[in-house]
């Protein structure tokens, strides 16, 4: 390879190592082309680029590219995972890891994910990982959960506030209605009282002349026997005026 082609490669491998969001290195050796065709079109429906490169080349580029983390990865036949940023880095860890089932061949050897280096144990754990959709569900679980469990603390005094007046305002109805019936009641009983006590007066009133008559009838019928009396003593003094006189006159016979 001429030198000019050798710079343009490790320009490639540079630019390639320094935009992608994960990578992931796996030895290859003992693979067909036919199975090395099958992995790649399976990596690229997760947003992944698999490629073989040579390890000089490919140790300048990391050198280059800030990407030390992967030089004691480059030991034999080499080939790269560059997953880009809107790739799925589960789904193409998942990918090589059934490959490396399938053909007995491929082994991982471990990779850099957000500028951290992980194993090739790491890239099998991430491989068993659920897929993104389920994760971002899990995710927005966990963060709704407090949340939703905060609101209903904060809720639960408020409905308690709000029970409390509700009971609050239906016993004052229930209050108001007692209180309402029981003056109705005492409206009711009111003339009622009244009129008892009022006969009670009127009899009273009645009874007053009643108990004064027979007093004042007595003493008419007193003045009137006096009166007799007084007549009947009246009618005899004339009597005894004759026989004063009948007594005077026979001693002159």
């Given at each position: 390879m001429q030198k000019a082609d050798k710079e343009k490669v490790i320009a490639d491998l540079t630019e390639r190592l320094s935009s992608a969001d994960a990578l992931l290195v796996a030895d290859y050796r003992g693979m067909s082309n036919s199975q090395l065709a099958s992995l790649?079109?399976?990596?690229?429906?997760?947003?992944?680029?698999?490629?073989?490169?040579?390890?000089?080349?490919?140790?300048?580029?990391?050198?280059?590219?800030g990407a030390d983390a992967?030089?004691?990865?480059?030991?034999?036949?080499?080939?790269?995972?560059?997953?880009?940023?809107?790739?799925?880095?589960?789904?193409?860890?998942?990918?090589?890891?059934?490959?490396?089932?399938?053909?007995?061949?491929?082994?991982?050897?471990?990779?850099?994910?957000?500028?951290?280096?992980?194993?090739?144990?790491?890239?099998?754990?991430?491989?068993?990982l659920p897929p993104l959709e389920i994760l971002q569900a899990q995710l927005v679980g966990v963060i709704v959960a407090p949340l939703t469990q905060l609101a209903a603390v904060l809720n639960a005094p408020l409905q308690n506030l709000v029970g409390l007046i509700n009971a609050r305002i239906t016993q004052l109805e229930e209050g108001g209605d007692t209180s309402g019936s029981e003056a109705a009641a005492t409206e009711e009983a009111a003339p009622a009282a009244e009129a008892v006590d009022?006969?009670?007066?009127?009899?009273?009133?009645?009874?007053?002349?009643?108990?004064?008559?027979?007093?004042?009838?007595?003493?008419?019928?007193?003045?009137?026997?006096?009166?007799?009396?007084?007549?009947?003593?009246?009618?005899?003094?004339?009597?005894?005026?004759?026989?004063?006189?009948?007594?005077?006159?026979?001693?002159?016979?």
């Open positions: 790649r079109v399976e990596l690229l429906k997760h947003g992944a680029k698999l490629s073989v490169v040579k390890n000089t080349l490919t140790r300048r580029a990391a050198e280059a590219a992967l030089l004691a990865m480059l030991e034999g036949p080499t080939a790269i995972a560059f997953v880009e940023a809107d790739g799925n880095a589960v789904a193409v860890a998942k990918a090589l890891s059934d490959a490396a089932k399938d053909t007995k061949i491929l082994a991982l050897r471990g990779g850099v994910l957000s500028g951290n280096p992980i194993t090739g144990d790491e890239i099998e754990r991430l491989a068993k009022a006969p009670a007066g009127e009899v009273v009133a009645e009874e007053a002349p009643a108990d004064e008559a027979p007093a004042e009838e007595a003493a008419a019928e007193e003045v009137a026997t006096e009166e007799v009396v007084a007549e009947a003593d009246a009618e005899e003094s004339p009597a005894e005026e004759t026989v004063a006189e009948a007594t005077e006159e026979t001693p002159e016979a």
